[in-house]
């Protein structure tokens, strides 16, 4: 009786699924991107004479219900492949969060569309991509895609800076 009372205690996957960190953490992702789901649902909707492209609430409904489909993408992955815990967080993940201060800051002065191609080339860069052309690929790339994607789909202007004052002029 000792032994399988021992057996129970040493193994840790005895615990409910809730007090899991995955369910944890997917369940607050989710139950926050559901709360901020039902806030845009009160959004105005614009006259069509006013709305360029889609409406202007359908972005962000559609923003949430995507990172509810993943979160629950990746919880499903946790379960057959649990997460492993760390004793402290990676370098890369203080780099982003230093490329993404530097974001913000060359977007205010410069221009976006500059911040979202340094921001591609040094993220890839830290997470280990050393090929140069694939660098200038997704530095050049990613950001023309963003753009198209806002300026055609959506019909948002990006805020004027260098590089977007000579496309709008």
Not at 84 to 107: D, R, S, W
Not at 124 to 132: A, K, L, P, T, V
Not at 138 to 163: A, D, K, N, Q, Y
Request: no cysteine; hydrophobic share 55%; net charge positive.
């Amino acid at each position: 009786m000792n032994n399988v009372q021992n057996k129970k205690r040493a193994n840790k996957s005895s615990l409910p699924f809730f007090f899991t960190n995955s369910f944890v953490v997917s369940s607050i992702i989710i139950i926050i991107s559901f709360v901020l789901l039902i806030v845009a649902f009160t959004f105005d909707i614009v006259p069509p004479i006013l709305n360029r492209g889609i409406q202007p609430a359908t972005f962000p409904k559609a923003l949430l219900v995507l990172i509810i489909f993943l979160t629950l993408i990746v919880y499903f992955l946790s379960l057959k492949i649990p997460w492993k815990k760390e004793k402290k967080l990676p370098k890369q993940f203080f780099i982003t969060l230093y490329n993404f201060i530097l974001f913000v800051i060359i977007a205010k002065t410069l221009d976006f569309l500059l911040a979202i191609s340094v921001l591609s080339f040094l993220i890839s860069y830290f997470w280990g991509e050393r090929r140069i052309i694939y660098l200038l690929l997704v530095s050049i790339l990613f950001p023309i895609i963003v753009f198209i994607f806002f300026e055609t789909i959506l019909g948002l202007r990006f805020p004027p800076g260098i590089i977007t004052n000579i496309y709008y002029n």
